[in-house]
């Protein structure tokens, strides 16, 4: 079986906005990637303590914010309150955590499309999916093309497809194992994301030929990129959109 048509996207996909030029997962960086030319951009989704759909990547607070303790037994309210850029640089201070739906408005006022991953904490996969997916169904800008949704968690992706069988979904991999067709299957995904590290031509030739798009992560030189398509990866995601878009 071969999957349905993947939907087109652009070569050079902005990781966590544009994480390499500003700090991850903010507006700010879904608005530098846009300024630096990607048209695409992905970002995490997780739920707060009391059930807030926010970007964020880690299940706790401290790498990227002046705050402690879990995503997860954090409110909205006391997440707003943290700062989210001055970690990465002075000039970023007073950044917030973005809710998925100020992302979804920045999106719209750009024009960027999105991968969505989903990230959920321990033990809320199946909540953060179906969350994230009636979300986006509600809310996503009708003018922009359809996300695509991701997800490590293949109970979260499940879920999701069950509230929005429309959208996109891929299948989000570290490394593409033996059982990668029986997975893709299950979720109802058009392509394969995982870590251009562990992917070769030979298995790239096989999942492009079996109807699926394949997609790399995190990819930040130009060498790697320029290998990568001519092997026939249709995009990578990137903290440095600008580094790629020439490639």
């Given at each position: 079986m071969t999957a349905n048509r993947p939907p087109q996207v652009p070569k050079v996909i902005g990781h966590r906005g544009a994480a390499g030029h500003a700090p991850?997962?903010?507006?700010?960086?879904?608005?530098?990637?846009?300024?630096?030319?990607?048209?695409?951009?992905?970002?995490?989704v997780k739920l707060t303590h009391d059930g807030e759909?926010?970007?964020?990547?880690?299940?706790?607070?401290?790498?990227?914010t002046d705050g402690k303790g879990k995503v997860d037994e954090t409110t909205l309210a006391d997440i707003r309150r943290l700062d989210a850029g001055k970690w990465y640089q002075a000039r970023f201070a007073?950044?917030?955590?973005?809710?998925?739906?100020?992302?979804?408005?920045?999106?719209?006022?750009?024009?960027?499309?999105?991968?969505?991953?989903?990230?959920?904490?321990?033990?809320?996969?199946?909540?953060?999916?179906?969350?994230?997916?009636?979300?986006?169904?509600?809310?996503?800008?009708?003018?922009?093309?359809?996300?695509?949704?991701?997800?490590?968690r293949a109970e979260a992706l499940a879920a999701a497809q069950s509230a929005a069988p429309e959208f996109p979904r891929a299948l989000l991999v570290r490394e593409v194992s033996d059982e990668w067709r029986s997975q893709?299957?299950?979720l109802g995904a058009t392509a394969i994301h995982c870590n251009h590290q562990f992917i070769d031509r030979h298995r790239i030739l096989a999942l492009k030929g079996a109807g699926y798009a394949v997609r790399c992560y995190t990819v930040n030189d130009v060498r790697t990129a320029t290998q990568l398509f001519a092997w026939g990866v249709e995009s990578v995601f990137t903290d440095y959109p600008d580094r790629i878009l020439g490639v």
């Open positions: 991850e997962n903010t507006v700010a960086a879904i608005e530098k990637a846009a300024a630096l030319g990607a048209r695409w951009v992905e970002f995490d759909l926010i970007l964020f990547h880690d299940d706790t607070l401290e790498r990227t007073g950044a917030r955590v973005p809710t998925l739906d100020e992302a979804m408005e920045a999106l719209a006022r750009l024009g960027l499309g999105a991968n969505v991953e989903i990230k959920p904490c321990p033990g809320r996969e199946r909540e953060t999916g179906e969350a994230t997916a009636r979300a986006l169904k509600a809310h996503w800008p009708g003018r922009l093309p359809a996300p695509v949704l991701s997800s490590f893709a299957e299950a």
